[in-house]
C-alpha cells in the first residue's frame, strides 16, 4: 500500500514537471518570436552606432597598447595561415602519390605501357618516375620553351 501511493506521487509530480516544461517552452518561444519582431533594422542601426560610441569613449586598447595587440594578432594569424597552408600542400602530395598509384595500377592491369607526358612537357624534366613517392617537378618556362622550339 504504501509503494503505491508513493508511485502516485511520483507520477503526479512528473506531470506537474511536464507542464511546466510546456509553459517554459511556450514562453521561450512567444519570447523568441517577440525579441525578433523587435529588431528592426532602425533598431539595429541606432544600437550599432551607440555601441560604437561607448567603446570609443571608453579607449579600452589605449590602455593596454592597441598597437601591440594589433600587431600580435596580425603574426598569429600569419602563423596560422602558413600552418594551413603546409597541411593543405602535404595533403596534396599525399593525393598525387595516390593517384599515381591508381594509375599505375590501372595500366598494369590494362597492360597499357604507362602514364604519358603531357605535350610541351619533355621526359628529362622530371626527377623521378611517377607512383615511387616523389614529386614530379614541372619544367620552368624557359626549359619548355626550349623543348617547343627544339620541336
Do not use: N
Request: a neutral charge.
Amino acid at each position: 500500500m504504501r509503494f503505491e501511493l508513493l508511485r502516485q506521487r511520483v507520477e503526479r509530480a512528473e506531470t506537474r514537471v511536464e507542464s511546466c516544461m510546456d509553459r517554459a517552452y511556450s514562453h521561450r518561444q512567444v519570447f523568441r518570436e517577440a525579441w525578433r519582431r523587435g529588431w528592426t533594422p532602425g533598431r539595429i542601426v541606432v544600437a550599432g552606432l551607440l555601441s560604437g560610441f561607448l567603446v570609443g569613449r571608453a579607449e579600452p586598447l589605449s590602455k593596454v597598447g592597441g598597437a601591440r595587440w594589433l600587431q600580435m594578432l596580425g603574426t598569429v594569424s600569419t602563423m596560422l595561415a602558413s600552418l594551413r597552408a603546409a597541411a593543405a600542400s602535404e595533403e596534396a602530395g599525399e593525393a598525387a602519390d595516390a593517384a599515381a598509384d591508381v594509375a599505375a595500377e590501372a595500366a598494369v592491369q590494362t597492360g597499357a605501357p604507362g602514364p604519358v607526358p603531357a605535350a610541351g612537357i619533355p621526359p628529362a624534366a622530371t626527377d623521378a618516375a611517377p607512383g615511387d613517392g616523389q614529386r614530379v617537378r614541372a619544367p620552368s618556362p624557359a626549359e619548355a620553351a626550349t623543348e617547343i622550339s627544339e620541336r
